[in-house]
């Protein structure tokens, strides 16, 4: 079992930056990710990290603009020069396989807001 816990989520403004956070328990040596939903869209991929930490992976869309890290139990979300189309609920994710092609673990998420 893994329980995964958000938090960092809110309201900025278009070119601002926010950093979410998911603290992990359980079996934290799983990769780890985040997906977002939009209203009224699918939940979509955003970026992943290996259990590692030595290898990410992220959606074209947030290329050069999100980072994803880890450290210990807690992986990280930087996001810088945001735009409206970010808004969504962030989820963080957990899965042995770092593709998460079928996430076995996901967070409650946390809202984040971007206006413009």
């Known amino acids: 079992q893994v329980q995964l816990v958000e938090s960092g989520g809110g309201l900025v403004q278009a070119g601002g930056s926010l950093r979410l956070s998911c603290a992990a328990s359980g079996r934290t040596s799983y990769a780890m990710g985040w997906f977002r939903q939009a209203p009224g869209k699918e939940r979509e991929f955003v970026a992943a990290i290996t259990g590692s930490g030595l290898t990410t992976y992220y959606a074209d869309s947030v290329k050069g603009r999100f980072t994803i890290s880890r450290a210990k139990n807690t992986v990280y979300l930087q996001m810088n020069s945001l735009k409206p189309e970010d808004t969504a609920v962030y989820y963080c994710?957990?899965?042995?396989?770092?593709?998460?092609?079928?996430?076995?673990?996901w967070g409650q998420g946390t809202q984040v807001t971007v206006s413009s």
């Open positions: 994710a957990a899965d042995p396989i770092v593709t998460m092609v079928k996430v076995t673990y």
